[in-house]
């Protein structure tokens, strides 16, 4: 039987904590979820941690300040502090993906109030911003990741585009000419990488996947998986699962080649989904709550729910240490996981 202790003082301090352990006694890990509010009104949108001390999650429009922000963290989460953003003294409207390439280094995709669109860095820990780019075309940019200093790349309306000088010039090196297009990136190594995005319609849910293996100077589509998959997460190059809208849940062993479906969670899923697959107990958020595996999907079992009203954990999820898992709510917070083996 789980056992379940619950704490049930609100600890008000400028955030919310709602702390929730949950252990067992058949050698899984002993786990407390940790859930802090960091935004009053802005929406979060993503988030990215430089180490397991320094993070940072990107949103929307804080009213009380009159501007978008970011929230930094730099105890591993335990307490977090707003930042407005500005960018070259213009002030954001949206700030949609962030990627911290180092605890000062740090690069966002924004909108801002007189509606430019493009891609932003700060050197100084996301206290101050600088435009970068030959951006001429007026629409969101997403799915960001950089290498290094120089080497990055972004979505832009269902294309791929590749920077080779830290981020002053931009050219294409994936152009999508269907519907849906990419709008997420990563990398798995060096030279592996796959873009992946989707839609819906009347019709059925449809995605794309594409894989670069040299680093992202080309990129092929895999026609193997055609589904509207909302998260991808992978384990090395080769090993990796897929979220799709419809519920389902798949696998690769190679690369993305071929694909065996795991399990159907219509019922407890919610189509959109954010992942942690590494070690034999995986997990998954959806909707408002977070899932564990210890047998590769086939038997789920919900360990959190948030209290928060609306939330739709399938934001992001990232690892930060071997036993430190964060998954990003929409609605203004951040669960904290923290394993004990």
């Not at 030279?191 to 995605?207: L, N, Q, R």
């Not at 989904?273 to 899932?291: E, L």
């Not at 789920?300 to 948030?306: D, P």
């Not at 690892?319 to 004990?340: G, M, V, W």
Request: charged letters at 20%; hydrophobic letters at 35%; glycine letters at 12%.
């Amino acid at each position: 039987m789980k056992a379940i202790v619950i704490n049930k003082t609100l600890i008000i301090t400028g955030i919310l904590l709602l702390p929730l352990t949950s252990c067992r006694k058949d050698h899984q890990p002993c786990e407390s979820f940790t859930e802090t509010k960091v935004f009053n009104t802005a929406g979060t949108s993503d988030m990215s941690f430089a180490n397991k001390y320094v993070g940072f999650i990107s949103g929307g429009i804080e009213f009380d300040m009159g501007i978008a922000v970011i929230a930094k963290t730099i105890d591993g989460g335990v307490s977090w502090v707003k930042i407005p953003v500005y960018i070259e003294s213009s002030p954001s409207a949206l700030i949609r993906n962030i990627f911290a390439k180092g605890v000062d280094s740090v690069y966002a995709t924004y909108t801002s109030r007189d509606s430019r669109f493009g891609v932003c860095f700060s050197k100084d820990g996301g206290l101050t911003w600088n435009n970068l780019g030959n951006f001429t075309v007026d629409v969101g940019y997403s799915g960001l990741y950089f290498k290094n200093s120089k080497l990055g790349f972004v979505c832009r309306a269902g294309d791929i585009l590749q920077t080779k000088d830290g981020g002053s010039t931009w050219d294409t090196v994936f152009d999508y000419d269907g519907f849906g297009g990419i709008g997420k990136l990563f990398f798995t190594s060096d030279k592996i990488g796959y873009a992946y995005g989707g839609f819906v319609d009347d019709y059925g849910s449809f995605g794309t996947l594409v894989k670069t293996t040299d680093g992202g100077d080309t990129w092929t589509e895999l026609t193997s998986m055609q589904k509207f998959v909302t998260c991808f997460s992978f384990v090395d190059d080769n090993t990796g699962y897929a979220f799709t809208f419809d519920n389902d849940i798949y696998k690769t062993t190679d690369g993305g080649d071929s694909w065996v479906l795991l399990n159907n969670i219509t019922g407890q899923g919610c189509s959109y989904y954010s992942a942690i697959v590494t070690g034999k107990t995986k997990y998954f958020g959806t909707g408002w709550s977070i899932f564990k595996t210890t047998d590769d999907f086939k038997t789920i079992k919900r360990v959190y729910e948030s209290p928060v009203y609306n939330a739709e954990l399938s934001v992001r999820a990232v690892q930060t240490s071997e036993n430190t898992l964060f998954f990003l709510s929409s609605q203004q917070s951040i669960i904290k996981i923290e394993l004990n083996n």
